[in-house]
């Protein structure tokens, strides 16, 4: 395992591709896939059980490992909780949950159950990295969790982001039907697919940002650029999670005119 340092983060992220199991089960030149199974980003559909399986079997196979990323885990509205890909194989799945979502990014404060086998390199790692996490958010969260405080606030906080879905699902049906939106069961964005006729994806965005909204485009997450294949319409992606309680209508206003313009 090696430390990747900032000078060599361009270099990495170069080499990062996506793989298909069927075709790269005997590729051993891949040693870690990372996924989001509970709630994929951007789209927003949860891997099926087939594929789990595929992808536990090609970390078997290859000898290598599955970072699975339940970024946002805590925000299911429309199914239950999902369970975690780690269950099916300790020993090749590192299950990797952060606060940034359900507490605040400026916590910085995350969490790995690893493999036993990599325990003591990460750890070794992680002080080469940056030291350590901060003790008193730590102290502090964990007083949250045995508290049952923790829990009280992520119910209440998917309560208000299920209001929130709601009413940009309601606002965007009255001022821009032909919108389709999607991915919407579970977390903090939703997917604006658009009709056929609108602007290009980053005309929109540019727009947006004139109008101060700050929204992706569903190019922008796309692997190798920002060429959309011919069955999948433009879309934007938006989080409705970020707006304050007293900006939030308004912000929701200037998206629908955006996509009315």
Known sequence: MRVVTPTRLSALMAAIRPIRWASSVSEKCFGLALLTPAHQYPLGMPLRAGRRVE?????????????????????????????????????????????????ASGVRLGWLALPAALVGP????????????????????????DSGGYDRH?????QLLRRRRDRLVEVLAERAPRVRVTGISAGLHAVLELPEGSPGEDELRSRALRSGLRVHTLGW?????????????????????????????????????LLES
């Open 55 to 103: 992808a536990v079997d090609w970390a078997r196979q290859v000898g290598g490992y599955l970072l699975e990323d339940d970024y946002d885990g805590e925000f299911r509205y429309d199914r239950h909780a999902i369970g975690a890909m780690q269950a099916l194989d300790p020993d090749r799945v590192v299950y990797a949950g952060t606060a940034s979502k359900s507490l």
């Open 122 to 145: 990460v750890m070794r790692h992680k002080r080469l990295a940056d030291g350590q996490s901060g003790a008193l958010e730590q102290l502090t969260l964990a007083e949250l969790i």
């Open 154 to 158: 992520v119910r209440r906080s998917r």
């Open 221 to 257: 997450s796309r692997a190798g650029g920002d060429d959309r294949p011919p069955e999948r319409p433009p879309a934007l992606v938006i989080g409705y999670g970020t707006p304050p309680d007293h900006a939030f209508e308004a912000a929701l206003d200037a998206l629908c005119a």
